[in-house]
């Protein structure tokens, strides 16, 4: 099955720091998505970028698809940005149906 | 508009016993999907339902099962608890199968002592 690595592990920024996280998979997919997931366990949507680019105020996504790559990119960071980032993937044509398939996360704090 | 709503939000049961989780996607979505989080990891898939029928299933035992019912609803019943069911049931809804974009509640926390 797909592999989903994400890099780094773990982050620790303070406030106004800028971040790239980085999510590597293994083979073609047609479905990427970055997840928000806050202390309490709420996962958010961020983006959905299977390909190209996409920005929302202080985030922006990039996916290389030929490179089997994604960036997520956070500026002038926040203490409401903590929390865990997700990166998944998932190839909803073969199967039929749309099963995500999530890395382990990047863990980040940002301290005032 | 209300978003995924899941229920319980936090339970505990003993080893053996069975458990229902429920959630009612975001109105006009027709897909839920149901994952298992433990401490620590990316959630994993478990179930998908669409217009009431399983469309995918994720590597889990038979004691994990699922429905949907006709107002697009779902419930996921798992049954001979284990200490390793412990983590966080996420449901997850979306308009289309394809889920393109999907949107999860905030979980149902289940622990098993």
């Known amino acids: 099955g797909i592999q989903v690595e994400q890099s780094p592990p773990d982050l620790i920024l303070q406030e106004g720091a800028n971040s790239t996280l980085r999510c590597n998979f293994s083979?073609?997919?047609?479905?990427l998505q970055w997840f928000h997931q806050n202390p309490w366990g709420q996962l958010i949507n961020l983006f959905y970028?299977?390909?190209g680019t996409k920005q929302n105020g202080r985030l922006s996504a990039t996916t290389v698809a030929t490179e089997r790559y994604s960036l997520l990119y956070i500026s002038s960071s926040q203490t409401t940005d903590s929390g865990v980032y997700f990166c998944?993937?998932?190839?909803?044509?073969?199967?039929?149906?749309?099963?995500?398939?999530f890395g382990a996360g990047t863990r980040l704090a940002v301290h005032p | 508009d209300a978003g995924v709503t899941q229920s319980p939000t936090h339970l505990i049961k003993t080893r053996g016993q069975q458990v229902t989780l429920r959630c009612s996607p975001i109105?006009?979505?027709?897909?839920v999907s149901w994952y298992q989080q433990v401490l620590g990891q990316g959630p994993q898939f478990i179930f998908q339902?669409?217009?009431?029928?399983?469309?995918g299933r994720g590597n889990f035992p038979d004691r994990f099962s699922a429905r949907q019912f006709p107002n697009y609803s779902s419930e996921l019943n798992v049954n001979a608890l284990l200490l390793g069911d412990s983590a966080l049931y996420l449901c997850?809804?979306?308009?289309?199968?394809?889920?393109?974009?999907?949107?999860f509640g905030e979980g149902s926390w289940l622990t098993v002592v």
């Open positions: 997850a809804s979306s308009h289309d199968i394809s889920g393109n974009t999907i949107y």
């Open positions: 339902y669409y217009e009431k029928e399983e469309r």
């Open positions: 109105s006009g979505h027709k897909s």
């Open positions: 083979d073609s997919v047609n479905n």
């Open positions: 970028i299977p390909s």
């Open positions: 998944a993937v998932g190839d909803s044509i073969s199967g039929g149906y749309n099963k995500l398939i």
